[in-house]
């Protein structure tokens, strides 16, 4: 079967699907928002007068909370249905698909989910690190009035030193966008140097202290740990136990640092305590993969949910939605 | 000059953050000294979106395979981008009703917020779940238990894999009391706490040295291969 006709195969059946759950019973995936009127005194000041300030707020819902207001009054415009909500979620259904869709072959669904999470991730951390590092720190020194009236009037008033330290900051930055210039991007070395600078000064502080130190002192275990019963004497199989653990542990650690120790030859002691070393990475190894696959499955699953729960509404673990799932479902598979 | 200046930075930089964790007087010092480093790491966010312009204008002018593509990442970085930045649809912070900014950039109503549930998490969160597959075909493919390292590797994940879900209660739970241990969620506990913590262990010490070797070649001078080999 060529390509192209599997896919329109693929998409029909699941727009044939969809419109079917479309008609079936509640429907599927609507989004509502509940209206949260705000009104905050003001007190007067030097800059202004005192006021009243009203604004709306519109906060997500769970469907069953319409639905309970539409029962109790069916004119209330308090929890209304969201279309923007709605065009998101069938836009989230739209990217989980098409993003699954890999898992056939490449495509145009695909790969227009590419492109528009390298557009939105790299403008989201930009505008993460403007609101979050830029404005507080480099404009909250260089620019106190602006940021403490339009931003965050909680902001103290800077120091002298970090007005300093912001316009060396700026500088910095300044020269590292010079790497886009056609030329004099060897100015750009300079705010390098200082990243690497300061990374390996933290590096050598943060590693040591709690990496080296910190893992070799817990490695100090007593090869015999005794585990004191009620009576006061010891307990025989768990303090065997406790021992080995321990000794199963240390052993284990100076094995694997003997593996990793490449000025002595692995020959003789040195070489059966690399194999021991290699062993117990093995089982490292396997701990690590059985982690991570668990990781993606959960995350898996979540999607999925995602789809049945909050997409196609044909799932309620969380009960969202008052009327009975099961006759959703119920009646899709009747119909099937 | 070009490469003499870099260095020193890098040099001085380096041992201010050294010194302000064993000088409490260099303390604050070591703190104005990070907020540099997280300005200036901010300020390579436009360094990057501008590298992103320009490599996806370029193959928008030339007409390259895929340009449309290119052309709906920008279009998605300008939209995201305003309304980040304008914080379009934020409601005021309710401590601070008369500052239009004050408020939450991905507060609920606003269209960055808007943008992050339903396109960013979605995406992301859909990209690493589809790694479950690829991982699970890698390890059908590549694992073969030819010896006992591989044996050794393969179990483990299975164990693990098992311990932590029902079915591995189920599939052990028959066992008595005394043998309680062998179950296979206490194995996968036993292994995570001894083997585990073992080899993770010697991991860690040996990134560490390797880590504070490589600092200190930087800040002694000796490694200047971060500064590439152009004049």
């Known amino acids: 079967m060529k390509p192209s006709k599997a896919w329109v195969i693929i998409v029909s059946v699941i727009l044939l699907l969809v419109g079917i759950r479309m008609s079936i019973g509640q429907g599927m995936a609507r989004a509502y928002v509940e209206r ?28 069953k909370k319409f639905e309970a207001a539409q029962m109790a009054d069916q004119s209330q415009t308090k929890i209304v249905f969201s279309l923007a909500n709605t065009i998101g979620l069938w836009l989230a259904a739209f990217f989980t698909l098409a993003i699954f ?6 495509n145009p669904g695909y790969r227009l989910a590419e492109a528009v999470i390298i557009g939105v991730s790299a403008a989201y951390w930009g505008v993460v690190g403007f609101w979050d ?42 020269m590292l966008l ?16 200082f990243i690497i600078g300061v990374t390996a000064g933290l590096k050598i502080v943060s590693h040591v202290e709690s990496d080296l130190v910190a893992q070799s002192v817990a490695t100090f275990k007593p090869l015999v740990q005794p585990v004191v019963g009620a009576e006061g004497g010891w307990m025989l199989w768990p303090t065997i136990w406790a021992s080995l653990k ?56 979540a999607r999925i949910e995602f789809l049945f729960d909050d997409w196609l509404w044909l799932i309620d673990p969380a009960g969202k939605r008052i009327v009975e799932v099961a006759t959703a479902a119920g009646s899709m598979l009747c119909w099937w | ?59 928008i002018s030339r007409r390259d395979q895929g340009w449309g593509y290119a052309a709906i990442t920008l279009i998605c970085f300008a939209i995201t981008l305003v309304v980040g930045l304008g914080k379009i649809g934020v409601p005021p912070n309710t401590q601070f009703p008369l500052l239009a900014w004050s408020g939450e950039k991905n507060a609920d109503g606003s269209i960055f917020g808007w943008i992050y549930e339903f396109a960013l998490v979605p995406i992301t969160s859909t990209m690493f779940a589809l790694l479950a597959f690829y991982v699970a075909s890698a390890a059908f493919r590549a694992f073969r238990a030819k010896n006992l390292e591989a044996i050794l ?79």
């Open chain 1, 36 to 63: 949260v009127d705000q009104s905050v005194e003001v007190k007067a000041n030097d800059k202004h007068g005192a006021s009243t300030e009203k604004w709306t707020e519109w906060h997500s819902v769970a469907p």
């Open chain 1, 101 to 106: 869709s890999f898992l056939y072959r490449d």
């Open chain 1, 133 to 174: 590092t830029l404005v507080p720190k480099l404009f909250g020194a260089l620019t106190p009035t602006l940021v403490h009236d339009q931003v965050l009037p909680s902001l103290p008033a800077p120091s002298i030193g970090q007005v300093v330290a912001m316009y060396f900051a700026l500088a910095l930055g300044l």
């Open chain 1, 178 to 193: 010079m790497r886009l210039a056609p030329k004099g991007g060897w100015i750009s070395l300079w705010p390098i140097a």
């Open chain 1, 246 to 301: 321990n000794i199963l542990l240390v052993v284990g650690v100076l094995c694997c640092l003997t593996y990793f120790f490449f000025s002595v030859e692995h020959k003789g002691v040195a070489g059966r305590a690399a194999r021991i070393g290699i062993m117990y990475l093995m089982i490292t190894f396997g701990a690590a993969f059985g982690f991570t696959v668990m990781g993606r499955v959960a995350l898996l699953a």
């Open chain 2, 1 to 59: 000059m070009k490469r003499l200046v870099p260095m020193w930075i890098a040099i001085i930089a380096g041992f201010v953050m050294l010194l302000s964790a064993f000088f409490p007087i260099t303390e604050s010092l070591g703190e104005t000294v990070g907020d540099v480093f997280n300005v200036v790491a901010a300020i390579a966010f436009i360094l990057g979106a501008g590298s992103l312009a320009k490599v996806n204008l370029a193959k």
């Open chain 2, 153 to 231: 590797l393969l179990s483990t994940a299975f164990i693990i894999l098992l311990g932590r879900t029902f079915a591995g209660v189920v599939l052990t739970g028959w066992l008595p009391d005394w043998a309680s241990g062998l179950r296979l969620e206490n194995l996968s506990v036993y292994i995570m706490q001894v083997f585990n913590t073992a080899g993770n262990r010697a991991i860690i010490i040996g990134i560490a040295l390797g880590v504070t070797a490589t600092s200190l070649r930087i800040l002694l001078g000796v490694d200047r291969s971060w500064m590439g080999s152009g004049d």
